[in-house]
């Protein structure tokens, strides 16, 4: 079943942005799915984004999970604005390792100027999935 019209000018307007994104081409990062209140980015495993025991780095890991974050707000802000980290509070919970990471930020509060916003970054081998990362964020709507 092909997106409606509004999903697909969504997906098309979260991926203009995404794509001006330096830090997520040079990680080798990818706009998995995008709906409104949920985005997910999609972590491919490589040398560019590992530590020194070869787990995906925290850096990597907090980066993916933060943008996720931040392009959940974005679906519910009107067309023409961005958003800005205020702050975000991530844990940690295992090790990072498999084939991929998923970030997905989820929307709990979207207000007029600031958000709120959980996020999960889980490690994928096959159909395994592990919890490597949880954290919470608040976003500040910029423009428009």
Do not use: C, W
């Not at 985005?39 to 850096?59: K, S």
């Not at 907090?62 to 604005?81: C, F, H, K, R, V």
């Not at 997905?104 to 709120?116: E, P, Y």
């Amino acid at each position: 079943m092909a997106d409606a019209p509004d999903a697909q000018a969504l997906r098309a307007r979260i991926a203009a942005s995404f794509d001006r994104q330096g830090l997520m081409t040079t990680l080798g990062a990818t706009l998995a799915a995008v709906a409104p209140g949920e985005v997910r980015i999609e972590l491919p495993y490589g040398p560019g984004v590992t530590q020194q025991l070869g787990y995906f780095h925290a850096g990597a890991t907090s980066a993916i999970a933060d943008s996720a974050g931040g392009y959940a707000a974005l679906t519910l802000m009107p067309e023409g604005t961005e958003v800005l980290t205020v702050e975000y509070k991530i844990n940690l919970t295992a090790p990072a390792v498999g084939e991929h990471l998923d970030a997905i930020g989820t929307v709990l509060k979207s207000g007029r100027t600031l958000s709120v916003v959980r996020f999960e970054v889980v490690a994928v081998t096959g159909d395994d999935r592990t919890t490597v990362a949880l954290g919470q964020q608040t976003l500040i709507r910029i423009g428009g």
